[in-house]
């Protein structure tokens, strides 16, 4: 009995090494220096249909400290509406969001990350990089190039839960799954991946919400990687500038 017990313990320390490894190496993959998205998102629910278009404009000055800007460009109601997000090493991403509408530039606080973004189904804390340090992993799954990691996080966050299923061999989420006080949130599957200049990205991903009829389809229609970028991009106070530049 002492052996059987002895055998399980090993078994689950072993399953959450491997988890922690695969996690690692997720977060460290697929990094360019710079990459610049122009996007189509659709949002479909309660019998009506909506889309905008936006660019996207990231850095990775180093694996903990990258940059993150997302301006819209279409509709006009959305013209400029812009968010920005910073991740730090050893401390919490800050993001600030710009609103045409007040001409004013607001920090976000930790309230304020469950928020819907431009009413999609992708929530601000969506759009920062979160290091795998901050979750428990355990692998609970794995079949061929595909592994399933459930991750729980140390500390009380805005999701209890998530599980992902990962491309062993591109390292990307095919599929995540987000339970918020553990009941089922939202589902985001990724699809028609493409690889350029080493990089593995989804060219269409679906986030279907499981509170609400709604579900939200980006599709990318264009990128550069590895781009020199303008550091003024990533400079709150000229959040509300408009993107001279045509990506």
Excluded: C
Aim: net charge positive; hydrophobic share 35%; glycine share 4%.
């Amino acid at each position: 009995m002492k052996l059987f017990i002895l055998l399980a313990i090993i078994a689950t320390q072993t399953f959450a090494n491997d988890a922690e490894k695969i996690m690692k190496s997720l977060y460290h993959a697929n990094r360019p220096t710079t990459a610049i998205y122009k996007a189509k998102m659709i949002i479909e629910g309660a019998g009506r249909n909506s889309e905008r278009e936006f660019v996207t404009i990231g850095k990775t000055n180093n694996i903990d400290d990258a940059e993150n800007l997302v301006k819209f460009q279409k509709p006009s109601k959305f013209r400029n509406v812009s968010l920005l997000t910073k991740n730090y090493p050893n401390k919490n991403s800050s993001q600030w969001i710009y609103l045409p509408a007040l001409k004013k530039v607001r920090r976000l606080d930790s309230s304020s990350k469950s928020g819907r973004f431009v009413g999609s189904d992708i929530y601000y804390t969506d759009m920062e990089n979160r290091h795998y340090s901050k979750d428990n992993h355990k692998l609970v799954g794995k079949k061929g190039n595909l592994a399933v990691i459930e991750s729980t996080p140390k500390e009380k966050d805005i999701y209890s839960k998530m599980i992902n299923t990962i491309d062993l061999e591109k390292m990307v989420i095919v599929k995540a799954q987000f339970f918020i006080d553990g009941k089922p949130e939202k589902t985001t599957v990724s699809s028609d991946f493409k690889k350029d200049a080493g990089v593995w990205f989804a060219q269409k991903s679906v986030v279907t919400s499981h509170v609400i009829d709604q579900k939200t389809t980006t599709i990318i229609t264009k990128h550069i990687f590895n781009k020199r970028v303008k550091n003024n991009y990533f400079n709150h106070f000229r959040l509300g500038d408009e993107l001279k530049e045509n990506f």
